[in-house]
T-cell receptor, first 112, second 114 residues
Framework: GDSVTQTEGPVTLSEGTSLTVNCSYE??????LFWYVQYPGEGPQLLFK?????EKGSNRGFEATYNKEATSFHLQKASVQESDSAVYYC???????????FGKGTSLTVIP | AQTIHQWPVAEIKAVGSPLSLGCTIK??????LYWYWQATGGTLQQLFY??????VESVVQLNLSASRPKDDQFILSTEKLLLSHSGFYLC?????????????FGSGTRLTVL
């Protein structure tokens, strides 16, 4: 079945340093890939999505490239801020979009 | 603009007691609706989804049931709570099949079973 595997947390970084959260996926279909961000006590919010292979998504300085050959969708940011502290989820939506598969989440804490 | 409202915000319930959680989506007709469960510090587990009124598909039951009595309403319930039901319950919606597929989540219900 479909699955998503991502960097296990927690991850602690100092402000201004770079972030990479690895995400790999398994599917036999042609999914859309997502990064969601969740702040404490809230529901996840879409960070960005990429529907097509070899394209890049970005938002708020975060970016990820849909690599179909490597089945990866790694999240990167060049310089993190304290406000980026949250849990990040990689996800895929299958072609029916009735089933979404989330990774286990990566908790990020940024120290000022 | 679409809004999603979940109720209640939090519940503390006894083992063996019944439960009903709800969510309402306004501003979007015939959305796909979903229930997700998140254990403390855990991932998002899809429980149910519905593409139309009266039709609900189970993904993982966990001794819970779901119903869609109206186009804009999704209910999660059980007659008998277990300790393992504790966690964060999230309702979500997406546009119907074939359109933009993004999941939009509500703010969740925190359930504590004692």
């Amino acid at each position: 079945g479909d699955s998503v595997t991502q960097t296990e947390g927690p991850v602690t970084l100092s402000e201004g340093t770079s972030l990479t959260v690895n995400c790999s996926y398994e599917t036999k279909q042609y999914p859309t890939l997502f990064w969601y961000v969740q702040y404490p006590g809230e529901g996840p919010q879409l960070l960005f999505k990429v529907p097509k292979a070899n394209e890049k998504g970005s938002n708020r300085g975060f970016e990820a490239t849909y690599n179909k050959e490597a089945t990866s969708f790694h999240l990167q940011k060049a310089s993190v801020q304290e406000s980026d502290s949250a849990v990040y989820y990689c996800a895929l939506g299958d072609t029916g979009y009735q089933n979404f598969y989330f990774g286990k989440g990566t908790s990020l804490t940024v120290i000022p | 603009a679409q809004t999603i409202h979940q109720w209640p915000v939090a519940e503390i319930k006894a083992v063996g007691s019944p439960l009903s959680l709800g969510c309402t989506i306004k501003g979007k007709s015939s959305p796909n609706l979903y229930w997700y469960w998140q254990a403390t510090g855990g991932t998002l587990q899809q429980l149910f989804y519905s593409i139309t009124v009266g039709q609900v598909e189970s993904v993982v039951q966990l001794n819970l049931s779901a119903s869609r009595p109206k186009d804009d309403q999704f209910i999660l319930s059980t007659e008998k709570l277990l300790l393992s039901h504790s966690g964060f319950y999230l309702c979500a919606w997406s546009l119907p099949w074939g359109d933009a597929e993004t999941l939009y989540f509500g703010s969740g219900t925190r359930l504590t079973v004692l």
